[in-house]
């Protein structure tokens, strides 16, 4: 068709007009959201050109990823400049693909030259993101490579929710614009997609697991617990403020990285746990690494910790540890842990033996360790966990309930 005579064929195109929003099955419409995880979808004409926008999860938590599918068609050749797409509210951009026809300036191939021009990016303030076919200029046919909407044509954006994100109702939205066409094409929002963020139900609590010492330069691993073990979303290690490489996929409750000290001192290490699926944020206690500068004359060191088999809740026992090194001092202290939980105040090793007397609050299996830091010259160390078995506390005469005898003489009731 020549320009001419298509710019008069649609010099009365009315823009946006609405076709039927066609819903997923089995949605149920509550107050302003929609109660269900099934795709939603909504088409729109324009001309002879009709656009589907498909969300395949409406009703994401924060952390969930969500794909929205955009489709056209055309009963005529029609010409897509460029296309905008208008993510909900607190949706960060993953990637974009696409399946598209490009015209000229050679005929055939399919997305021949690019899918599209660049590399797409998320507008900082709008969260918009916009496609183009424009790299050539404003032309058509022979001219440039525009998207030829007549072929089909195929866009998918995958967005992630943010951690943060807040619950409630959201909107989205598109715009494209035709070559010839007046005005730009337009719905934002689409009233027919009915979107929340829901409110992330379960509760999530996360523990990192270090070395209590490491040397610049040497690679150690660091771990991160989270509760309960089917939680689902990502951890991100910290050193104080500063990230520790990507985030981290939880698989059974559990995340793990290597990680190299470029410098010495005390770093606070903490796990950050975003959420999916429904699984709340969380962050975990800080534990510290103490590092220090590899020298070229380091020893090693080792630590045997002796702990009773059983001990009982409320009673103090003794835990203490030895460490052994050829070093002539040793710098650096040991500190004991439950698990991975740190107990009781770090220890001078002084001439290599440290006690502490514990008292358990909780009765079970408990795994306990020391760990010795090291420090200038000495390399760090740790024993092996032993486990105590931890009793309750012995029940009084005549029971918890029992009024029986109130202490010192005294009665209830007086004389």
């Known amino acids: 068709m020549a320009r001419s005579v298509m710019r008069r064929a649609v010099s009365k195109v009315f823009v946006g007009t609405l076709a039927v929003a066609a819903l997923g099955v089995g949605q149920a419409l509550l107050g302003g959201g929609v109660a269900s995880a099934d795709p939603m979808s909504q088409t729109v004409t324009t001309s002879n050109i009709s656009a589907t926008k498909t969300v395949d999860n409406p009703n994401p938590f924060p952390g969930d990823t969500v794909t929205t599918t955009v489709t056209f068609s055309a009963s005529g050749s029609r010409y897509m400049q460029n296309f905008t797409d208008f993510p909900p509210a607190d949706y960060v951009l993953q990637s974009v693909s696409g399946k598209v026809w490009r015209s000229g300036p050679v005929a055939g191939g399919f997305g021949k030259g690019g899918t599209f021009d660049g590399t797409p990016a998320q507008d900082p303030v709008s969260g918009a993101v916009r496609l183009s ?186 835990l203490s540890a030895q460490v052994s090194s050829t070093a002539l001092t040793l710098p650096g202290t040991v500190q004991f842990y439950d698990g991975g939980t740190p107990i009781g105040p770090r220890l001078p090793v002084g ?59 005294s009665s209830m009731f007086g004389s």
């Open 133 to 318: 076919w424009t790299a050539s200029g404003n032309c058509i046919g022979a001219a440039c490579k525009l998207a030829l909407l007549d072929k089909g044509a195929t866009l998918t954006f995958t967005y992630k929710v943010a951690a943060n994100a807040q619950p409630g109702p959201r909107t989205t939205g598109m715009e494209f614009n035709i070559y010839s066409f007046n005005d730009t094409q337009r719905w934002n929002p689409l009233s027919g997609l009915n979107l929340s963020v829901q409110q992330a139900s379960t509760a999530t609590s996360a523990t990192v697991t270090v070395p209590p010492s490491a040397k610049t330069g040497d690679s150690v691993q660091l771990s991160a617990s989270v509760s309960p073990a089917n939680a689902t979303g990502t951890v991100q290690f910290k050193d104080g403020i500063t990230n520790i490489g990507s985030p981290i996929p939880v698989v059974n409750g559990i995340a793990s990285t290597s990680h190299t000290f470029a410098t010495a001192g005390s770093k606070p290490i903490t796990a950050t746990f975003a959420g999916s699926g429904g699984f709340s944020n969380s962050t975990s206690p800080g534990r510290i690494v103490e590092v220090s500068v590899r020298g070229q004359d380091d020893v090693e060191s080792s630590t045997i910790m002796t702990a009773p088999q059983t001990a009982t809740v409320g009673v103090a026992v003794r």
């Open 351 to 409: 001439n290599g033996v440290v006690a502490l007397d514990y008292v358990f609050d909780v009765s079970g299996a408990h795994q306990i360790s020391a760990a010795y830091t090291g420090g200038a010259g000495v390399d760090g160390s740790a024993s092996v966990a032993q486990t105590v078995q931890v009793a309750d506390a012995p029940t009084p005469p005549g029971g918890a309930g029992s009024l029986g005898s109130l202490g010192n003489g």
